[in-house]
């Protein structure tokens, strides 16, 4: 549905330090991405004192905000209809709950990080949405940074769900890099806690050209 990777999220951040005048951390920001260190650039971006801090919510949330088409939209449609019994998400955006009321007909149960739904989410039998990094609607939700990654690692409810789903349910991961920064620190908090095998066999979908 077009919204952006961590790599281009990263520059569209870096460019916008650099339209308010903080060079300096734009070309930090674009340095920390061609390293690999996604985090450091995203801690770089929201701890610049360049850009008022509402300012600086509304321009990280703002491309998880734009419309999306209908049509756009309904290419999500077969993922939402497949009959999985919950999808967990570490984006940021709506667009996985309206393509699963474009399908059913229903807004699907919203689990979020920072209302208190995600205590005992693991064990609800409806289908729901988990959003466990945060939602653009709430900028301040936003798990973005090292320190904000460091915070949520030492909630209990974010712990408790995502090891009771791993330890229960049949995972398929869909549509993201083993790089990416959120899925390492899901499987890095389960090995820690439970070690290093599954209890549960999980799923990897992953292109033809991946690198093994």
């Not at 703002?62 to 570490?90: N, S, Y």
């Not at 999980?202 to 690198?211: I, K, R, T």
Request: aromatic share 10%.
């Amino acid at each position: 549905v077009d919204r952006p990777t961590w790599h281009s999220y990263l520059t569209y951040l870096a460019e916008a330090l650099r339209a308010n005048g903080d060079n300096l951390s734009a070309e930090l920001v674009l340095q920390r991405i061609e390293d690999g260190d996604f985090l450091g650039a995203a801690t770089v971006f929201t701890t610049t004192t360049r850009i008022p801090a509402g300012e600086l919510l509304r321009v990280q949330a703002a491309p998880f905000l734009a419309h999306v088409p209908q049509e756009r939209l309904a290419k999500l449609v077969p993922l939402v209809a497949a009959g999985f019994r919950a999808i967990v998400t570490t984006n940021y955006d709506r667009t996985l709950h309206d393509a699963y009321a474009q399908a059913r007909s229903v807004t699907p149960l919203p689990i979020e990080l920072d209302d208190g739904t995600l205590v005992n989410a693991s064990l609800r039998s409806e289908f729901f949405v988990a959003r466990i990094h945060g939602r653009a609607e709430k900028a301040d939700t936003m798990v973005l940074d090292s320190p904000q990654y460091q915070r949520v690692a030492c909630l209990d409810s974010y712990l408790d769900f995502l090891i009771s789903l791993l330890k229960t349910r049949p995972c398929v991961f869909i549509g993201f890099s083993f790089f990416d920064p959120a899925i390492a620190q899901v499987l890095r908090i389960f090995r820690d806690r439970v070690g290093p095998r599954f209890p549960t066999l999980h799923l990897a979908l992953l292109p033809s050209d991946a690198d093994p």
